[in-house]
């Protein structure tokens, strides 16, 4: 008997939307099977650890469900009768389409819409190009980071802070509104290496124990959309305690005796009240950080996706600002990358040819978009035509009840370009086979570290499946796009021109020697010590919040409103007497959004859509643990399993992860109970800001 080969490994980088984005090493069999994904031990904010669902990926990569060839419709929409088809006759069909709907309503009413079930920048954001090159109506990206980065830039003036690998040389780490054990489980490597190494507490603050929570020195579970009243209170007792910094507010803030004033009345017993957390626990978590200049504060995104949720992000990120924390290694307030990296995306979205008088639709009132709602289409035509890429909006999308009426339109021309039969593909005209990242190249950079990581073609893809960028560009010929030279290169080649023209003159060649480039700024930039993002170099207590250097199509919802200073904003979805609950739809430990809810293995481990409710109240309603609840409110109504216990707050009930709408008996998904109203200043979705009924079956 032969001995079996050993795997090859080659470096990559996880794909997916996680701020993690890990290096990570794949071994490759010689029959061109993947076997296990390492974490990549020698990057150094990897660590050697990745998440289990991405370890075993051979799952989901040689899924037998794996899509294969394009598909066209042959029954009713959403009937998944499809017959197979030619690319040749998939792509000329499609041209037809989009070019009948070009001329009926012009090309605005073709909407390439996209987002990041792959992160790589090739991939995912060639479709610009197409969009830029025919005059296609643009997309408002607005599922996921608008109100934290608008919240975290608002203070700051720019989308970066202290090296996230300084967590690890913290005193105390606060992991706010973010679960990494289940969704970026790095941030929780150098937690807990700072807790071994110097005894560092760690505190976490969510609106349910999570399992992040159960590794933490202090928890605090509070009311959702209740963070500002926390951070206020904190602030608070730095400034009645002696532990704030006036001398460094004096240099670097704009208004630190304003705030102090203000915060006079934002006592822990007014904070109290809101967050239903108790004085004592207040008082505790303001002391540590009062006490602890190396504090590291991790901030995520759940706590911003509230209405307020912009205002509670600013709050947050200015205790570290009154505390002065920021000047101590281990110290200050970190929620995302972004901006370390200055990669030019001019070829691969084609900018020359961006007319940016052209509507740009919110992708989350894509339901309202559809079904013909004349401020979603911002008084413009209808969308007749689509082509989806990289992601399942008729599942992770809000205001499902509309969205589903919307894609069943026999008016609408849609093209799902997908590695699955999702939910999305399942309602197409045209299903295109899409490559999974190991299937093709592309370039990724960090939102939660500091490098830039190359993702090489390792295996071959099954059957016809193919990458973005090609259908993208076989898409742009025949439909007679403005010429442009970015329509004609391969992903290596628009990677080596990124690089090159970017600040990283070795271009794809070093990248692909040194594996990844480490971006980190050095000390005194990174701590803000040269001086905040803003010109006059000061941190705002006071953000001019129409004008946030923040990506936006310009201030929206009731921004007038918002605070001056930090405060509780009262704009949440509260409870009435018909909907006395607020929800929350936090992700689940084992599906990234609706990713990996096809993989067996991770169905298993979440069982069934449950929602969990506090003992008290279950109690009141009648409901005992496993029991079938309903969950309604005017947008629709969910069918999930009561979870009984603690975990949350009465009156708070947490659903983790978005679950295909089949999954629930009625076919509704949790997504039926989430709003897509704009929040201020620059919209974004209020996933977890939805008040409910709950009743048992
Ligand atoms: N396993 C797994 N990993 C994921 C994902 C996934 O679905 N599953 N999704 C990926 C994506 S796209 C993203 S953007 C990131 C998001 O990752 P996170 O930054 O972790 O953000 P959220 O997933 O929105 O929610 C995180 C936590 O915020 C809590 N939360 C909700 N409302 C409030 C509030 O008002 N106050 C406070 N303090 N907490 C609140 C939720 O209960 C949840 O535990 O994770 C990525 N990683
Ligand atoms: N209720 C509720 N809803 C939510 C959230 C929540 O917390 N609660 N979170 C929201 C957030 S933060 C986000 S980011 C969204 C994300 O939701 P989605 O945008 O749907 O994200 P994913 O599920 O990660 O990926 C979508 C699809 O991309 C496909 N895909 C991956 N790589 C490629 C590729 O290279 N090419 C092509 N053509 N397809 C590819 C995958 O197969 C997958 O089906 O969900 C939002 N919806
Ligand atoms: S933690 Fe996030 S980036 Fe790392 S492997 Fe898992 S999904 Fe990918
Ligand atoms: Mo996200």
């Known amino acids: 008997m032969t001995k079996p080969e050993k795997p090859q490994r080659f470096a990559s980088a996880c794909p997916h939307d996680c701020p993690s984005t890990c290096a990570v090493e794949v071994e490759v069999h010689a029959d061109g099977r993947i076997g296990r994904i390492h974490g990549a031990r020698d990057n150094e904010y990897t660590a050697g650890v990745i998440c289990a669902k991405v370890a075993r990926y051979a799952e989901r990569l040689h899924h037998p469900e794996r899509l294969t060839k394009p598909l066209r419709r042959t029954g009713p929409k959403g009937s998944n009768q499809f017959e197979e088809i030619s690319w040749n006759a998939a792509l000329e069909e499609i041209t037809e389409k989009f070019l009948e709907a070009e001329k009926r309503h012009g090309p605005q009413s073709v909407w390439p819409y996209f987002f990041a079930g792959t992160m790589g920048l090739v991939q995912r954001d060639s479709i610009n190009r197409l969009r830029n090159a025919k005059s296609y109506s643009g997309m408002y990206q607005t599922f996921c ?76 579970v509070l009311k959702p959309g209740s963070d ?28 630190p005796a304003q705030l102090e004033d203000h915060l006079k009345t934002r006592s822990p017993q007014w904070a109290s009240k809101i967050t239903g957390l108790s004085v004592e626990q207040i008082e505790e978590l303001a002391k540590l950080i009062g006490e602890t200049k190396k504090t590291f504060f991790r901030l995520g995104y759940g706590f911003t996706r509230q209405r307020n949720g912009v205002v509670s992000m600013h709050a947050a990120s200015c205790i570290a600002v009154v505390g002065g924390h920021y000047q101590y290694e281990g110290g200050g307030a970190f929620h995302n ?7 030019n995306m001019a070829m691969v979205e084609a900018h020359s040819l961006a007319d940016n008088e052209i509507r740009k639709l919110d992708m989350s009132q894509v339901g309202r978009v559809l079904t013909g709602d004349k401020e979603a289409l911002m008084d413009g035509p209808p969308v007749t035509a689509m082509l989806i890429q990289n992601t399942n909006p008729v599942s992770v999308a809000p205001e499902q009840t509309l969205v589903k009426e919307g894609f069943a339109r026999e008016d609408l021309f849609t093209v ?19 490559t999974q990242f190991l299937e093709h190249d592309d370039i990724y950079k960090g939102g939660g570290h500091q490098n830039i990581l190359f993702g090489p073609k390792l295996v071959e893809a099954p059957g016809e499946a193919k990458p973005n960028l090609w259908v993208l560009n076989e898409l742009i010929e025949r439909l007679g ?43 005194e930039e990174a701590h803000y010590l040269n001086g905040f993002g803003y010109e006059d170099g000061k941190f705002r207590f006071k953000p001019d919040w129409a004008n946030i250097p923040a990506p936006n199509n310009g201030p929206m919802g009731s921004w007038q409103d918002m605070p001056v200073l930090p405060d509780h904003w009262d704009v949440n979805e509260m409870p009435t007497s018909d909907y006395p609950f607020r929800l929350v739809t936090s992700p689940a430990r084992s599906f990234l959004n609706s990713t990996f809810t096809q993989t067996e293995s991770s169905v298993k481990k979440e069982g069934r859509p449950t929602a969990m409710l506090h003992t008290l109240d279950a109690a009141a309603l009648g409901v005992e643990e496993g029991d079938a609840i309903v969950l309604s409110n005017h947008r629709g109504d969910v069918y999930l399993h009561a979870c009984v216990g603690d975990r949350p707050q009465q009156g708070t009930i947490v659903a983790e992860g978005i679950w295909p709408n089949a999954a629930h008996e009625n076919g509704n998904g949790i997504n039926t109970l989430t709003s897509a109203d704009q929040t201020a200043p620059f919209g974004g979705a209020a996933f977890h800001d939805i008040r409910v009924a709950v009743r048992k079956v």
């Open 416 to 434: 799902v370009h997908e590695q699955f039969m999702t939910e999305t593909a399942m309602m197409a005209d045209i299903v295109l086979p899409a």
């Open 337 to 343: 990358n972004g901006a370390i990296f200055g990669l």
């Open 228 to 255: 500002a009243a926390l951070a206020c209170a904190v602030m608070h007792v730095l400034f009645r305690d002696g532990y704030a910094d006036r001398e460094y507010m004096e240099k670097y803030a704009d208004a």
């Open 145 to 220: 980071t608008n109100m934290a980065w608008t919240g975290y830039i608002a203070g700051t003036g720019k989308l970066a802070g202290p090296d996230p690998r300084e967590m690890a040389l913290a005193d105390a780490v606060v992991i706010w509104g973010t679960n990494p054990v289940a969704t970026q489980v790095n941030v929780m490597t150098h937690a807990i290496k700072a807790r071994k190494k110097r005894k560092a507490k760690i505190v976490v603050i969510d609106v349910y124990q999570t399992e992040t929570m159960k590794q933490a020195d202090i928890g605090l």
């Open 481 to 523: 796009g403005t010429a442009h030279e970015g329509h004609k290169m391969t992903a290596r080649e628009h990677i080596d021109w990124m690089l090159k023209n970017s600040k990283y003159s070795g271009g794809l060649q070093e990248l692909e020697e040194k594996r990844w480039l480490d971006c980190q700024p050095d000390f």
